[in-house]
């Protein structure tokens, strides 16, 4: 995970600043990455000063009792959704005391889940009244997926930051 998160400080460098210049905070909410973003974020030094932290919610159960996920969601649609990665996003922010929350949910492998194929990953970033959604399908193995959904998950809040929202 060291290269990937070398190769991510730019970016994360930016995403501190942002916060940083406009005096707020960020809170992640990981599912399949397992905690990756929430390690990247806080490479860079002084990140204590716009991270406040992170969940991993590996467990569905975990996502409605830590996260505040609707439980009749997860039961209707399973973990890997859009409304649920949007739903913990939302969901981490309030409960970390955060301004924006980025959360991710989706299948590594081997095996599919939830109806959706290995590689199907959700990100959701959420802030300030407003949920922004991605839906991506990865090829690779596991490990591949993984990397792949930190950077895409570290790309869009970036981009929301940086639109100025």
Do not use: N
């Amino acid at each position: 995970m060291e290269a990937a998160a070398q190769q991510l400080t730019p970016v994360v460098a930016r995403i501190h600043e942002l916060l940083r210049s406009r005096g707020e905070s960020m809170a992640t909410a990981e599912s399949l990455t397992g905690g990756m973003v929430g390690a990247i974020l806080t490479e860079v030094p002084g990140a204590s000063a716009t991270y406040r932290g992170g969940v991993v919610a590996y467990a569905t159960d975990l996502k409605a009792t830590l996260l505040g996920v609707a439980s009749g969601l997860l039961a209707e649609r399973g973990a890997v959704d859009p409304d649920v990665a949007a739903a913990m996003a939302s969901g981490v922010a309030f409960r970390l005391g955060a301004d924006w929350g980025l959360a991710l949910t989706g299948v590594a492998g081997p095996d599919p889940q939830d109806g959706k194929p290995v590689g199907t990953v959700y990100v959701a970033v959420s802030g300030f009244g407003a949920t922004s959604l991605v839906e991506r399908v990865f090829p690779g193995g596991r490990e591949e997926v993984r990397r792949a959904a930190c950077k895409v998950a570290l790309d869009t809040i970036y981009d929301r930051l940086a639109d100025g929202e």
